[in-house]
């Protein structure tokens, strides 16, 4: 993800992963032909990845090997989607028992200009791993952490970048209160169960919000992904 405007005196890192976008049928075809890959780590996956790609996610254990500050941040992201989704995302240690696991990402992974990186359920070799950079955690804030650790479950849940600074699916700098907003719900209910309560249509185009689970970041920056 791009940065906008930073404090002064404070750097982040930022991610750039540009996407080449062909044109006629000759690349389309080769696109088809030649399917995405996935980044791949020498991480042991969870046994339970594929549960990922189910409609109703049911109880989705998320193992978290990276250490805090990250971890909290992503502790806490667990609770926005379990508001959010028919889903129950809690903490698991048993790599036979767990869907997501979270790493640390190495230099063949992560740039040193990249804050986390997830896999994406549509390409080949998915195996259910967010990887996240352990030396942004000097530059980032808790809430930023937090964030990215939303961020990139939505990537992880098949939901791409969004173009409105309101939604924390931004690929760009946000500021002040981001919300999964009513595009990000249409296409997450097109994938999953959502929560009763959350209804994917209805909203006013302009505040499209979900009021229950908003998420409050200060000036800062998520991640790349690879849409």
């Not at 992880?156 to 919300?179: D, I, P, Q, T, W």
């Amino acid at each position: 993800m791009a940065s906008g405007t930073v404090s002064s005196g404070k750097r982040f890192f930022i991610g750039f992963l540009a996407v080449g976008l062909g044109c006629g049928s000759e690349v389309a075809a080769r696109a088809q032909e030649k399917p995405r890959v996935n980044w791949a780590s020498a991480d042991a996956p969870c046994a339970k990845y594929d549960d990922l790609r189910n409609p109703v996610l049911g109880d989705i254990g998320v193992k978290i090997d990276a250490a805090d500050p990250w971890a909290d941040g992503f502790r806490r992201a667990l609770h926005f989607w379990n508001a959010v989704l028919a889903a129950n995302f809690h903490e698991e240690t048993n790599l036979n028992a767990c869907a997501v696991r979270v790493v640390n990402g190495g230099s063949d992974i992560l740039s040193k200009a990249m804050v986390a990186r997830s896999q994406l359920t549509e390409w080949d070799n998915f195996r259910g791993k967010i990887a996240v950079n352990p030396g942004t955690a000097r530059a980032l804030s808790s809430g930023e952490m937090y964030g990215t650790a939303v961020h990139e479950f939505g990537h992880l849940l098949g939901l791409k970048h969004n173009a409105s600074s309101r939604s924390v699916m931004y690929f760009l700098n946000v500021n002040g209160s981001e919300v999964l907003d009513r595009e990000d719900i249409l296409d997450l209910s097109a994938r999953h169960k959502l929560r009763a309560a959350v209804v994917p249509t209805g909203f006013p185009p302009a505040n499209a919000t979900l009021i229950a689970v908003p998420i409050t970041m200060p000036l800062g920056s998520f991640s790349p992904a690879e849409w």
